[in-house]
């Protein structure tokens, strides 16, 4: 089946790491996105790419940082930088740039 | 820059019962998609329905329907025959401005 698929589901990080989050996606879309979810909240841009090889800052991108170089993936890493990663987040595809997203199932990311 | 307002923090139904979510947004553009998404509290998120701005004729996916007001920039969602797995946060979001930006949210509580 295709689908959007993130890993790890719960990942936990220490002072002053940086972690990466997974998403893979089968489904030839050309869009993908990042975005953060805090409790009670609605969602915030991170990044997001329209092309291999190339990325857009979202609203809200300041100790974040992504890739892009196969059109299924599209990691996120949390860097040190970011003073307050605890958060869910959730990364979602699209066929065109503006078209409907479709979003994997999410990672919870708390601090140690 | 584009904003989503949903005004309703909560809403209670009965089951069998209708219900309607309130959204507004603003933008200044004139061809955009408009989108209900559901998230249970699995967290995933689902595309409940979507219309397009230039489409007067309100999209209805089997109980969910809205009513599109394009000039009073307002896409109410209504779920008739409301059912206990409807119960979760429902999320307006426009993709005008080549991003989706998203409301806080409307928690859904369905009292059986």
């Known amino acids: 089946d295709g689908g959007i698929t993130q890993s790890p589901k719960y990942l936990f990080r220490k002072e002053g790491q940086n972690v990466t989050l997974s998403c893979e996606q089968n489904l030839n879309h050309d869009a993908m996105y990042w975005y953060r979810q805090d409790p009670g909240q609605g969602l915030r841009l991170i990044y997001y790419s329209q092309i291999v090889n190339d990325f857009q800052k979202g609203d809200i991108a300041e100790g974040y940082s992504v890739s892009r170089e196969k059109k299924e993936s599209f990691p996120l890493t949390v860097t040190s930088a970011q003073k307050n990663p605890t958060a869910f987040y959730l990364c979602?595809?699209?066929?065109?740039?503006?078209?409907?997203?479709?979003f994997g199932d999410g990672t919870r990311l708390s601090i140690l | 820059a584009q904003t989503v307002t949903q005004s309703q923090p909560e809403m209670s139904v009965q089951e069998a019962e209708t219900v309607t979510l309130s959204c507004t947004y603003d933008t200044s553009e004139s061809d955009y998609y408009l989108f209900w998404y559901k998230q249970p509290p699995s967290r995933q998120m689902i595309l409940v329905i979507r219309q397009e701005a230039y489409k007067q004729q309100n999209a209805t996916e089997n109980r969910f329907s809205v009513n599109f007001q394009k000039a009073a920039k307002s896409f109410s969602l209504k779920i008739s025959d409301s059912q206990l797995g409807d119960a979760a946060m429902y999320f307006c979001a426009t993709n005008a401005g080549n991003m989706l930006t998203f409301g806080g949210g409307t928690r859904l509580m369905v009292k059986p």
């Open positions: 979602a595809s699209s066929m065109w740039e503006r078209g409907p997203q479709h």
